[in-house]
């Protein structure tokens, strides 16, 4: 199994409105639209794509433009098991990008790395990509890759 977690892009601060509601920033648009187009030739249509409902994560992917579900279990209020449960992390025959919020993903991919509660620290925007395999008949969590929005190149550029 292949799990992407993917961290919204910058999003502006509250100024009043209710968390859910924040928008992308324009640094937060342009990170979103870079690794949109890095993403997407690496998906098919095979992958799951699961976003939190909040707008951020919304205006995330929205420039992947690939079919998606909006879960609750990976909104504001999820944690590391509810990612997981959500994903069948590790058992779904099919790859899952994940869209969704700090600190849940930093501590679903402490669980995934150390199999333990713990943090760490996803930078806006930024995907960790994870697979599940077995050696010598044992389960095996690899972490495949990490890239952030700023070391992915921008064609428009």
Same mark, same amino acid.
């Given at each position: 199994? #292949?799990?992407?977690? &993917?961290?919204?892009?910058?999003? %502006?601060?509250? =100024?009043g409105? @209710?968390?859910?509601? $924040?928008?992308l920033? !324009?640094?937060? $648009?342009? #990170?979103?639209? +870079?690794?949109? +187009?890095?993403? /997407? @030739? +690496?998906?098919?249509?095979? &992958?799951?794509?699961?976003?939190?409902?909040? $707008?951020?994560?919304? #205006?995330?992917?929205?420039?992947?433009?690939? @079919?998606?579900?909006?879960?609750? /279990?990976? =909104?504001?209020?999820?944690?590391? =098991?509810?990612?997981?449960?959500?994903?069948? &992390?590790?058992?779904?025959? +099919?790859?899952?990008?994940?869209?969704?919020? #700090?600190?849940?993903?930093?501590?679903?991919?402490?669980?995934?790395? =150390?199999? %333990?509660?713990?943090?760490?620290?996803? !930078?806006?925007?930024?995907?960790w &990509?994870?697979?599940? $395999?077995?050696?010598?008949?044992? @389960?095996?969590?690899?972490?495949?890759?990490?890239?952030?929005?700023?070391?992915?190149?921008?064609?428009? %550029?």
């Amino acid at each position: 199994m #292949q799990l992407i977690l &993917w961290r919204h892009a910058d999003a %502006e601060d509250g =100024g009043g409105k @209710p968390d859910a509601e $924040r928008d992308l920033t !324009k640094k937060g $648009r342009k #990170q979103a639209e +870079r690794m949109a +187009r890095w993403l /997407r @030739p +690496r998906l098919d249509a095979e &992958w799951r794509i699961l976003v939190s409902p909040a $707008r951020r994560t919304l #205006q995330t992917v929205a420039p992947l433009e690939l @079919p998606f579900e909006t879960d609750e /279990r990976v =909104g504001l209020a999820a944690t590391a =098991g509810t990612v997981l449960a959500a994903a069948q &992390w590790p058992n779904s025959k +099919r790859g899952v990008v994940v869209v969704g919020h #700090q600190p849940t993903l930093g501590q679903t991919a402490a669980t995934l790395i =150390g199999g %333990e509660q713990g943090d760490i620290s996803i !930078k806006k925007g930024a995907v960790w &990509w994870f697979a599940a $395999r077995r050696r010598d008949g044992a @389960p095996e969590t690899l972490l495949k890759l990490v890239i952030g929005p700023d070391e992915v190149e921008d064609e428009a %550029e």
